[in-house]
């Protein structure tokens, strides 16, 4: 039977789940589980402060209560919010995309930069890369100045997502890139053209961990 | 067309090899890409000390400057062996899987434990988390007192890791455990289905952040 | 004119805010701010975990941002639920109970243990140590697998807390006991004087600090 | 009984005891401790170098041995000259200005800066900060170029304190200032509503950490 | 012309100067410089607390700025006292010989344990070990209930010493052993012979690191 | 009888054995250890790589397990090549240059700052600081853009050392300064009087912690 992975989106962009599910195209597979990408249709437009973030976590944590069909979550934000409610209301493995970005990030190079929306996303950022004492490996976290909606329609995202990946690179000396918003997702390998370096999708980063948590042989 | 990702055992054991390919089976896929396992005819029957560890790394170098259909390369030996070597020798990306297995397991719960293989793998194993700051999500690192083969083998190599693990577990307060050997890859899911908490095949967890390394869309 | 400290228990247990706005007499003084504790009616009975933490989360947010007559706030619950959330919602300062007890702790000892409440409390703890990286400076945290509610009216909470408290001292070599429950309140002097080493009450040295923020001469 | 802080200034200064002394007042309250600020006659006419730090420290130890009536102490230099051995002096709770500044920052936001009066003084506070491993959290420690004597009185001490707290700000990210000399204590408020951030006064901020280490319920 | 390593024994015991003195012989060459060791005849008569250290400070001090004849200074007695005094004190070099058993410790393994004299010893060792950044290297640190004279004398300070080895050894996993007073310099090649893994002579190694800062090629 | 160090020159560049057997000479003496610097003459012409480090490794061992003469062993590269393999080889001392310099650093300033060879050497040292715990002291890490050759013969190998060690002192803050090529030792006296703060030349600082190992009194 086809396992199930729930990647719920807890923003109610649908342009931003839609973004991202197409950045998972590459690993839907006959026979592998399914990416299922969905949208918390009573989240906020985008999850842009803590207030947004502790919002949607009962939310999610509903969902996952309720969702008798999923073999596991991933909750398709940077924030993360909620990882640890959810976590509480499920036995079912609950994967943070931020978290699953900065795993990858250490498999790819000795530090990492993070693209960011807005300035008041870092200091969040700093705490949680805190609490998983990761923050010696991150080089630096910079703000584009756009809303999540900004981010996924705005004309010239890939612009400054180019000149903020540069001064991580050069000025923080940042050897692997996270893109630190689902909905970048599309950028991913045009970005990394151009930095020459490796970016991270953390949407990607959360479904491959996730894939790996279920690939259990029978 | 079909992208690699060369899985190289960095010893001579084809046993060792078969296993750890037996368990990426629920990751290969129609269209996916090629989990190719391959064995390194000249590294030692087993790597088990720092000399092992650095006697190979020139050959896989090698291998990877010569090989020029892989896409991306998995070292599936615990001990990283190569690594930065490797990764001076090649712009493709190259994966160790004790790395990949430590970032695995940080998106699973607050700490992890290790089941190393020989007494003189901790240090050696303490090296490698130290130089990647890790060290401080390490609940412990405890050997079976199995050499790889024996690991491999072994009659009671599962009934040492339940208790090896438990230790983990229970003593050091772990809450998700790291099978510290790629020969230990058949013995994740009952080991999981014993402890009661999440269990990293290491040569799982590389493959699985090698897959979403190629996973860019067209 | 007088100033307002507003200390909000989070949970809607009454005798945990009578507890604790007791052992706040000692520091109500004419003419200094008013220590004013209320109870939050629509929290849970206790927050025993990261959903009651979370779901409490804006309704002290909402409060705050409502109460025009405080100076300053205090989340009087050892998990500061909604502290960052509650910090975005209103420019007077915001303490939290847990970071502020922490903070004492610093000033009268090398090192520190925590007095939990249940088992599930340890973990949550973890991260906000971590989160703050005060976990270099945490000798142990020990629960006394008591509810709130017990902690507040069980009979045997004192002998517990002495106990876990010696622990804490002998094995762990704590140098000073942080209450970690503000239901405790009322036991700060006794084990003091049991442990022979200093014991912070968390409300109290939330209060204390907010005290001090409010202080400037005119 | 009233109960008596005894905050001794360890330089011969006397101003920089009235100055310190005043900024006391609005934690002065009929019926609480008394906040007795007293000058060290014998000490140096500022505390500067390592040298002045401890050749004052057996001064305050032999000032806490004779002193029966205090019920406890605070040493009232950015250095915490002596703290130690004055902890070794006396069984009453000692506190030192600047470790109590460092907690209350840690309360206030998530990095501090601190504004020093020598460029000689920078690395004795890191020497201080590691000690206490609290160099995590510091975003910054500029010297303003003055001697205690000259902060204290000095006509532009405001003006640059003003300059460096806004470079703490802007350059190095500091959420939180810390005034690195007792004798800065008048220019807290001007100097908050100057920069927009938190500040805080280490002799305030030790004196309300030891009015609440006081404060047990009788 | 001969250069001159100025060993200042900070206490009184002449029967520690004599011995520490020994234990430099093997590193006294024709042409090297002169191994001095004095004892300071104000000192007390070992340093057993924060107050000794602080006391014989500014002795210290004022012997190195009296002193033109020494090209080096050791201050050797394992609390390192007044080491930041004295630099400020001269320009020429200034060794502690706990930092610098720190430092050759790490050359000799992955982690130390350190021997004490008496169980106070262990916080003074801890801050100044956090001081340096160097306690994630400590394995553990263990006092052998004795003072100076009873180590420098004692009849049974070699048993002691080998069952605390064995300890720091054995239970905590340290690779190295550190002498943690100059008085116990005579035992260092029996320890090393006993343990089976390296001892740190602290003088030793402060006599060592003195020489080579001098070996200036002419 | 005397005791020999053999201090081998893992590059086969004779100019680079020459240059630091000629720093050596102020520690030998009559009747002290003999100060023995070979070259490695199977080695590469610079130790410039990964590669380079992890291909000699075996040789050294080899070399180790062969010579029966010598009492004690030292690497004489700053990326300390082969040093855990050389250390599993024989039982007798083994220390790596690199390491003996950062230990020495810790010595003299509470940071240090690495004077490299070439821009790749920076994240290769830093892995191997981070794997020693020691990364928080580094202040900085800069290239001078020549190979091991050019740094011996070159003309303008002094300015350039001297053009970066300002940097280090001066922009980020290193109080130490470490030279980080073995062929650099001809210049640590002149760069320290150019500098006006202590300078490490590795080789010396191993030369002096190996002699000390070897003090073992009779």
């Not at 962009?13 to 949208?39: I, Y």
């Not at 490796?198 to 479904?207: E, G, M």
Request: a negative charge.
């Amino acid at each position: 039977m086809t396992q199930t992975i729930r990647i719920i989106n807890p923003n109610s962009n649908a342009a931003v789940t839609d973004s991202m599910s197409a950045a998972l195209d590459p690993l839907r597979r006959n026979g592998g589980p399914s990416l299922d990408c969905v949208t918390l249709a009573d989240g906020p437009f985008g999850i842009e402060s803590e207030a947004d973030s502790i919002r949607v976590a009962p939310l999610l944590a509903d969902w996952m209560r309720e969702d008798n069909e999923a073999d596991a979550f991933v909750i398709a934000c940077y924030s993360d919010p909620g990882l640890h409610m959810c976590r509480e209301a499920t036995d079912r493995p609950v994967f943070g995309i931020a978290e699953c970005a900065l795993a990858t990030a250490l498999t790819r190079g000795g530090t990492f930069g993070v693209i960011s929306i807005l300035a008041n996303s870092v200091a969040r950022h700093r705490r949680h890369l805190q609490e998983r004492l990761l923050h010696p490996r991150c080089a630096g976290d910079r703000p584009l100045g756009l809303s999540v909606a900004e981010v996924e329609g705005g004309a010239d995202t890939f612009a400054r997502m180019k000149k903020v990946g540069a001064q991580l690179r050069d000025e923080d000396g940042a050897e692997v890139i996270i893109m630190g918003c689902a909905g970048m997702a599309r950028h991913r390998a045009p970005l990394e053209a151009s930095l020459g370096i490796p970016v991270i999708d953390p949407t990607q980063a959360a479904a491959c961990i996730a894939i790996g948590t279920l690939a259990v042989a029978v």
